[in-house]
């Protein structure tokens, strides 16, 4: 008897149960929610919602049968083939997917539902061209409704709407890509990837309200409201979470970019995306009143789904959508003005603390128009900024925010949140602080008060001790499941974010950096969050010749154990950096390199290094790398390294100039070098120029004086 699906890659504390196929029993009965999504806030939203509400429910999911056990055989040893991509080339593995689509034509809506197989199928869609993506639509249209609420179909739905999307610009761009070649099927219908959205938006609208809190489907549901609004949709992106659950399994394929099954640029769409995106939304706040829909807001699959609807509803159709009765944003916050005693101050209030409500007020505060937002910081925020920041979760709200105010409004929450600096150091709360100084550098409010405030919260024997920040232990010993903890991360933020200043608050760090031991600074390297900030320090704009000449020296005799660390190794790479304007000093870190070459090159890691140093242009002619690299390291008027025969400065390949480098000391961009190396070309053509019209001058001279010559010569002679 088969088993129920299981989520994929999870263990479960739940028992296995059995399915009873003769009778067709469901392949997608619910699981108990084991984190924030419980079943009993799940059940208890949406009684809620259903009974004021008039929200349309699916009817029984639809069971599509089990695939037999060839089948599943073959496709196992299919995605294990996709996945470790090992074909010869791309034709080779293009033959591949065809066979298996083959294999596959017809038992689509089974593998989609399979715990063991609908992983091919994800694979398959990261591969497929535009006609087979086309073909795939067609043959889940009509059952979208089931696909999306399935534990392991929903996946493949997201996938193939992603990849689905930029066929839909590249349609709009070159509509003769429509006149695809005629099919061997006499039956089949050539249709845009755009209709096959609509049609399955046209499927899915009726029943909106109950799978924007289905546990799956909501997921869905937002991948496709991006899809439709032209929104970019990144892996790495800090509203991940708005669209994926944390604990989505990553499906990839070998050699491929990491990325790929995640990334979708920002791009054009056509108008009936726009209107499709529109209905949902009104759709969205048709269905609910100000009661109900306020309910979404601390909903675990609510929120995440009213947030982007939020957040699209007043980048697409303009903040006067706020003043639209109809729309999301007026529902929710229907008072004007929102004063205490009011719903929407109830409203508001409510959503401060709690631990899901406030990513919704964040939503707020960063999408909301001016007028409203000013309103709203002006009666509930303008004096409670300090005790805002104190909270663990209301300290997130705070910084969105300090994000929003001008210079006299952040001057004066910026006097609120000094004066809890040591309190939230304490706590480990340096995410508020970090945010604060980026607003305070950006509207240029004077960053003083800060500085004295966290110089005085990380005090020690020597005054202010970055290793105190960065929660660098004094016995050396690294205790590795702290290594990446949240805490340790936002202090290496805080830490990088003060070095961005220029001026006392970044000489804090720097000064503090420098004066640390070597056996301090090489645990620094070391440590997984610390290292960010002494890679950070090594190439900052406002990081002297000195501070960087003095810290790079503290690594003499460890650059070869460092490389083959993977945090430490990141040093080392910025070291080729931070030696600008130090050629004798890179070339010293060269040497070292290349004294532990066999160590190196036996480590993934250290081979990585060796590759960014190019130490294998150093071995073969060193020469070439002394040249190359001093001219890059812009040496001028530093002294060699002593090996190099005492020659001061390299000569620049090709006649280009050592000034690659403004009087500030910032590194020229790639088109600034280009500029510059293109009228050093043209100053030395106007010489060869002036100078070839000088010798045609003499010349003529010296002819026009040889002829005279030789008439006088001939006249005597007659």
């Known amino acids: 008897m ?4 299981r989520k994929r890659g999870r263990r479960e504390d739940q028992k296995k149960r059995k399915r009873d196929a003769d009778e067709g029993e469901s392949t997608t009965k619910r699981a108990k929610k084991d984190e924030v999504e419980s079943v009993e806030v799940g059940e208890a939203f949406q009684n809620a919602h259903d009974e004021a509400v008039d929200v349309t429910r699916p009817g029984e999911i639809t069971f599509y049968g089990l695939l037999d056990e060839d089948e599943q055989e073959y496709f196992k040893r299919a995605d294990e083939m996709l996945e470790l991509n090992q074909f010869e080339d791309a034709d080779a593995r293009k033959l591949f997917l065809e066979s298996v689509y083959k294999e596959a034509d017809g038992k689509e809506l089974k593998i989609a539902n399979s715990q063991s197989c609908s992983r091919l199928l994800e694979r398959l869609i990261l591969l497929s061209s535009p006609a087979q993506l086309k073909n795939l639509f067609q043959k889940f249209n009509g059952h979208f409704l089931n696909l999306v609420q399935h534990r392991f179909a929903s996946h493949c739905c997201e996938a193939l709407f992603i990849h689905a999307a930029p066929v839909v610009t590249l349609e709009l761009a070159e509509p003769q890509s429509l006149n ?10 050539v249709v845009s990837m755009e209709s096959l959205f609509i049609y399955t938006l046209a499927e899915l609208e009726e029943h909106l309200g109950f799978l924007m809190t289905d546990r799956f ?5 937002r991948v496709l409201l991006v899809v439709l609004s032209g929104a970019p949709l990144e892996k790495e992106s800090k509203n991940k979470s708005v669209l994926q659950s944390k604990r989505k399994e990553k499906v990839g394929i070998s050699g491929t970019e990491k990325t790929q099954d995640w990334v979708l640029e920002k791009r054009p769409v056509p108008q009936s995306f726009l209107e499709a995106l529109e209905k949902m939304i009104t759709l969205s706040a048709s269905t609910s009143d100000s009661q109900n829909l306020r309910l979404l807001a601390t909903h675990p699959l609510g929120n995440p789904t009213l947030q982007l609807l939020l957040k699209l509803e007043l980048a697409h159709f303009g903040k006067s959508r706020a003043k639209d009765e109809n729309s999301i944003i007026h529902k929710l916050l229907p008072d004007d003005p929102i004063a205490e005693g009011t719903e929407s101050a109830a409203f508001i209030n409510g959503l401060v603390y709690d631990p899901i409500g406030s990513r919704l007020l964040e939503t707020i505060i960063e999408s909301a128009p001016g007028k409203l937002f000013k309103s709203i910081y002006a009666e509930f925020f303008k004096e409670r900024m300090g005790s805002l920041a104190r909270n663990e979760i209301a300290g997130y709200v705070a910084g969105k925010i300090l994000e929003r105010l001008g210079k006299d409004d952040l001057e004066e929450a910026m006097r609120q949140i000094v004066d809890q600096i040591p309190s939230l150091v304490e706590r480990n709360r340096t995410a508020i602080i970090k945010t604060l100084v ?7 409010v004077d960053t003083s008060p800060i500085k004295a405030q966290i110089e005085a919260a990380y005090s020690g024997a020597n005054g202010f001790e970055v290793t105190r920040m960065l929660k660098l232990s004094e016995d050396g010993k690294q205790n590795g499941k702290h290594d990446h903890s949240p805490e340790k991360v936002h202090a290496s933020l805080l830490a990088q974010t003060m070095m961005a200043v220029d001026g006392a608050l970044g000489d804090l760090v720097f000064d503090s950096l420098v004066k640390l031991s070597p056996e301090l600074s090489v645990q620094l390297a070391r440590d997984p969050a610390a290292s960010r900030t002494l890679q950070a320090a090594l190439t900052a704009q406002h990081a002297s010749v000195i501070f960087r000449r003095k810290m790079i020296q503290q690594y003499y005799g460890h650059i070869g154990e460092l490389a083959l660390d993977p945090s430490a190794s990141r040093v080392i790479d910025a070291i080729w950096e931070g030696t600008h304007g130090l050629a004798f000093i890179r070339e010293r870190i060269a040497e070292e390199l290349a004294e532990n070459e066999n160590s190196l090159r036996e480590s993934f890691v250290g081979r990585a290094v060796w ?14 790398w002394v040249k190359q690299s001093r001219w890059t390291a812009g040496n001028d008027g530093f002294q060699s390294f002593p090996e190099s025969n005492g020659e001061s400065s390299a000569t620049p390949p090709h006649g ?6 403004h009087k500030g000391g910032r590194k020229l961009s790639a088109i600034e070098l280009a500029r510059q190396k293109h009228a050093t070309k043209a100053a030395e053509s106007k010489k060869r120029e002036a100078q070839a019209d000088k010798n045609v001058k003499k010349e003529r001279k010296e002819h026009m004086r040889s002829s ?6 001939s006249v005597v002679a007659q």
């Open 2 to 5: 088969p088993k129920e699906n």
């Open 180 to 189: 695809t070649p005629p099919s061997s099927d006499p039956d089949a219908v």
């Open 217 to 221: 489907a909501s997921h869905v549901i």
């Open 438 to 444: 980026e607003r305070c550098t950006a509207r240029e």
């Open 611 to 624: 590759r960014n140093w190019r130490m294998d242009l150093y071995k073969r002619k060193r020469g070439d």
């Open 656 to 661: 280009q100039q050592h000034n690659h480098s």
């Open 708 to 713: 005279k010559g030789k008439e006088k010569a």
